[in-house]
């Protein structure tokens, strides 16, 4: 099983690994891409007008122009270290036994406009860059990301169930074919069901924690939901293909 996680604006800082070398990453068919990636916002964050224009950042924001500067030479961490904010929060690594974080290795994935797509254990640096963006003179991230990302994902999965739990913007770097998604719900006490926003990246935090810290192997949507609900989750089957976490 592997569970692909969406990335986070917001990112730690520092590290206590060497700087970024994209032959240690996994999925070594995006090392061209990434390189690529990697030397135009380096190339980009020389002029800070300009970063903030593609970044869409504002005038506060030149540490993360700077982050993106040293992308080449500042220190590394693990993915799964690297990205905060409310998803990582719920997915709480940081309390993981030795025994879970190996788990973790395993089968956690994270999507990325920089690097397409990490493992949790592959050391990265921090950066600044949406899948939304669109850096100047490039064509968007998705059409750059999908002649290879999609493959590569492909290969990467083959045999294995995937719960991809990306924004559809990141999905659409590239695509993985039979993947399961999850749908969060509010249920309202007249049976009305509407769209989660603020609490849907805490919620699917504490379903990839689930999946990462079951003994079970899921190897269709029926054993997914059944370690979802054993971890106190409200879960239904929507079809073949998704899950809704209702809150």
């Known amino acids: 099983m592997l569970v692909l996680l969406p990335p986070s604006e917001t990112k730690s800082d520092g590290g206590k690994l060497g ?54 030479t500042s220190p590394t961490r693990p993915a799964l270290e690297r990205y905060t904010g409310v998803l990582y929060d719920a997915l709480d690594a940081g309390a993981f036994t030795p025994a879970q974080r190996a788990k973790a290795h395993a089968r956690l994935a994270i999507g990325s406009a920089l690097f397409g797509v990490v493992r949790a254990n592959d050391p990265i640096p921090a950066y600044r860059l949406s899948g939304g963006s669109k850096l100047p003179g490039m064509a968007t991230l998705a059409s750059i990301w999908k002649p290879a990302l999609a493959p ?52 699917k935090g504490l379903l990839a924690r689930a999946l990462v810290l079951s003994r079970a192997e899921p190897t269709d949507i029926a054993g997914l939901a059944r370690v979802a609900e054993k971890a106190g989750l409200r879960i239904e089957i929507a079809s073949s293909s998704e899950l809704l976490v209702l809150t």
Not at 38 to 53: F, H, N
Not at 158 to 180: K, N
């Open 152 to 203: 590569a994902l492909r290969e990467e999965t083959a045999g294995q169930l995937v719960v991809d739990l990306r924004s559809g913007t990141y999905q659409q770097l590239g695509r993985v074919p039979g993947a399961v998604t999850a749908t969060v719900l509010t249920e309202r006490p007249d049976g009305s069901r509407t769209v989660v926003s603020h609490f849907n990246k805490h919620h």
């Open 19 to 72: 700087p970024l070398d994209l032959n240690e990453l996994s999925l070594p068919q995006l090392t061209a891409v990434r390189d690529k990636l990697v030397t135009e916002l380096v190339e980009l964050a020389a002029d800070p007008a300009a970063a903030r224009a593609a970044l869409s950042l504002g005038k506060a924001a030149d540490a993360e122009i700077a982050r993106n500067a040293a992308l080449r």
